[in-house]
């Protein structure tokens, strides 16, 4: 997509090829010759891409079958949805497979997560840009595409590789089957990435909901509690801990990035007791309908019935969620630091330099022209300009209210503060 473009979704785009594997697999469903679904099946096809079998503790099959069955019952998706949402859960369990070998074979020397910097916040509220900036810091570990997509590698034409190969590949097929995501969300296979994907791969996670409407799923972890979420996280925190025992010559501290974080922010502060947050706060009536759009152009992939007047009330719903999970943080607690979108766009290397005095870290002296380079290299829009608005979602400034009452001012962040 052109720089100098602007983009709205209007409905899913399908290429000629997409068409005809969808048309297919309807008439194998009418006959009742596709197959559901199902934990097992996934856990045995992953078993033979990986070539391993050992799952050590398997609680998280009963997560994967809740979330198959909501995709199952209530997302709508076509067969070529089908396909990708397979190879996605397969990829999660090697991912698990991988993760369980390396867990063992490293039990009693993994490495400590020390101090990380989480960029944290709503769909759209100026994230990406925070992490980016805050990974021009080269004693700093961001973490990569390739290392959250296959966080203990890949195979590809059966030749095991760190991930890189995969992610190329995986990277390329979302420029195909969702042309639009690069407007909403530069989606490339060597730059920093949310750990989004790391939270996936225990299936226990609001991420999904992006792909479909699964109302019974959401329910279902909206009744996860703290300590459950606490073991979450804490293999969030194993999959770091990989990382950093198999390429030990990295920096070990990292920096991070995920709006679905919002959902298990207290359990991340129980897992992360020195960690370093950054929550994103923007005008609803921006952030809301922006994230509607990304919505659509995800869900899109996966179905056909994408009807933006009711997908706008789902997402409000979907989104008021985790932001009242956020809000049970004290605002006392000096680890969590409120930003103001507004202020990082227009004072982005001031806005920067005050977290850095806020969390009493220091400053280094290359940085600051660093982060210039980056925001010149990717201005604003550099993959065309993302139109939206509540009209097209079905929503309107009083639905926002109800959803995302009015918080108090947030104090600004500089080198004063």
């Known amino acids: 997509m052109a720089a100098n473009k602007s983009w709205s979704f209007e409905k899913p785009y399908r290429t000629y090829g997409m068409r005809i ?34 799952w050590g503790d398997e609680s998280f099959v009963e997560a994967l079958g809740h979330l198959v069955q909501s995709f199952e019952e209530e ?40 101090r990380p910097v989480f960029v944290v916040g709503l769909p759209r509220t100026g994230t990406t840009l925070m992490f ?28 095991p590789n760190d991930g890189r190969m995969r ?7 979302a420029d195909v089957v969702a042309p639009g995501l690069r407007a909403v969300h530069p989606f490339k296979p060597d730059t920093p990435e949310e750990c989004t994907w790391l939270l996936a791969n225990t299936f226990i996670s609001p991420y999904f909901l992006l792909m479909g409407h699964l ?6 972890i909206d009744l996860r509690t703290r300590e459950q979420m606490g073991e979450v996280y804490a293999y969030h925190r194993l999959q770091l801990q990989l990382l950093q025992k198999r390429f030990p ?16 922010l207290e359990s991340l502060l129980d897992t992360y007791e020195d960690a370093c947050v950054i929550q994103m706060n923007r005008d609803p009536k921006q952030t809301i309908p922006s994230a509607c759009s990304l919505f659509a152009v995800v869900r899109g992939v996966y179905s056909d019935s994408i009807d933006l007047k009711q997908l706008g009330p789902d997402v409000l719903s979907t989104l008021a969620r985790p932001q009242q999970r956020a809000d049970r943080v004290p605002v006392s607690d000096r680890r969590v630091l409120q930003i103001d979108y507004q202020h990082l766009v227009d004072n982005p290397i001031e806005t920067v330099t005050g977290i850095y005095h806020h969390f009493e870290i220091p400053l280094p002296q ?20 993302h139109k939206y608005s509540l009209e097209q979602f079905g929503l309107s400034p009083e639905s ?16 004063a503060s």
């Open 249 to 264: 010559k990295l920096a070990d501290q990292w920096v991070l990035k995920s709006p679905v974080h919002q959902f298990g």
């Open 132 to 159: 980016n900036l805050l990974a021009q810091d080269q004693r700093r570990r961001p973490l990569m595409t390739h290392e959250s997509l296959f966080p203990m590698g890949s195979c590809v034409f059966g030749i």
């Open 215 to 220: 109302p019974s799923y959401m329910n279902w």
């Open 75 to 114: 997302a709508r998706i076509t067969s070529f949805g089908r396909l990708v949402l397979r190879k996605q859960l397969v990829q999660s369990l090697c991912n698990r497979l991988r993760i369980e070998k390396y867990r063992k074979e490293f039990a009693n020397s993994l490495p400590p997560v020390t």
């Open 366 to 385: 290359d940085m600051v022209e660093r982060m210039k380079k980056w925001l010149s290299d990717n201005p604003q829009n550099k993959h065309g300009k």
């Open 21 to 54: 594997y969808n048309g297919l697999g309807e008439f194998c469903r009418t006959r009742g010759l596709r197959k559901p679904l199902e934990p097992r099946q996934l856990m045995r096809a992953a078993e033979r891409e990986a070539k391993l079998s050992d």
């Open 167 to 173: 992610a190329k590949l995986v990277t390329g097929i």
């Open 400 to 415: 926002l209210v109800a959803a995302f009452p009015e918080k108090p001012p947030i104090e600004r962040v500089g080198v």
